[in-house]
């Protein structure tokens, strides 16, 4: 039976809808193939873009041996001034932080008491020996026996000798300075009493000073008092002061067996202060030749330290990783064993974000600075 045209009518349109998505999802995969077919050339001629480093030459430079510890600065002779007998303070003479020299009087103690005593003691004294002089006379003419002329003799004595006391006492009263030095915050005022042994001021000759460091006990091979020894200290970053080793002690502790060792520096500005730690180097007068590369050049891992070399590839530079043994640091500089060869080139910063083969770009104008002995303070 033939299909009726009303059929055939209702059927079209959706003969016409299927055809549209058919020719619609053709046009679109054809799209997206041709996108994926644009983004896969583009892919495999994509290259990364080089990172941008600073680099360095493997420098060949003489060093001193030497041997570097953390030292505590000591005065050469510090004393803390105290009253032997007590009394009242009627005179100081000195001002916290002042200078002094030897045999300054420092601070005077009320003294009337034994003034006045002394005054009587030698009017007794003087006596004494009168009575004394007149008992040889009279005893030689025998007019008296030879133990009134005993005792007259002791009496003289006896008298003298509690003069000499009060004087020492008096004496006692006023405080001097014993040596160069300058006296530290003032611990007294006037009109203070002040028991025995009361501490008045500190007094320190720090011109020169000593600095007291340990070495271990390797050290004592070739450690030996006028070694020369530099001293550097945070304090001051941008100045170093030369001495020499003055004292090996001779005996190794058995806690930690390290030797103590006393070195002197010149201090005419007084800028070194007792108390105060430094960085001490005990130089040999032995040089060495070692290599050395900035320490920032090196990559610290567990399985050993790297650095990368540049190399030159077709038109471009190439980092290659490689691996090497360190030996001593100075400041921002660290000496290389092993690994490197004097006048190759590395990367001397910015060598974290590479890989081995990567592409750099060197930039040397944003360089920093390398030094054995840095100076932070300009920077």
Known sequence: MAANPTQRSSRRPWLYAILGVAAAIVVLVGIKAGQIGTMIKSGKSFSI????????KVEAKEWEASRAAVGTLVAVRA?????EVPG??????FDSGAFVRRGDVLVKLDTSTEEAQLAAAQADAALAKSSAHRAQALRQSSSNTPADLDAAEARAKGSGATVASLQAIIAKKTIRAPFDGRVAIRQVELGQVLASGTAIASLQSIHPIHAEFWLPQQALAELKPGMQARLRTDVFPQQS????VTTVNPEVDVATRNVRVRATFPNQDGRLRPGMFGNVEVLSPDKRQVLVIPATSVIYAPYGDSVFALEQKDKSLVARQKFVRLGERRGDLVAVASGLNAGETIV????????????????NDLAPAADAVPAPGER
């Open 241 to 244: 002061w030369d001495g020499y």
């Open 49 to 56: 873009p080089p990172e941008s480093v600073t680099s360095t």
């Open 79 to 83: 004393v803390v001034l105290a009253s």
């Open 88 to 93: 009242t303070v009627r005179e100081i003479g």
């Open 348 to 363: 001397s910063s910015g060598a974290f974000k590479l890989r081995n083969g990567s592409a750099v770009m060197v930039r």
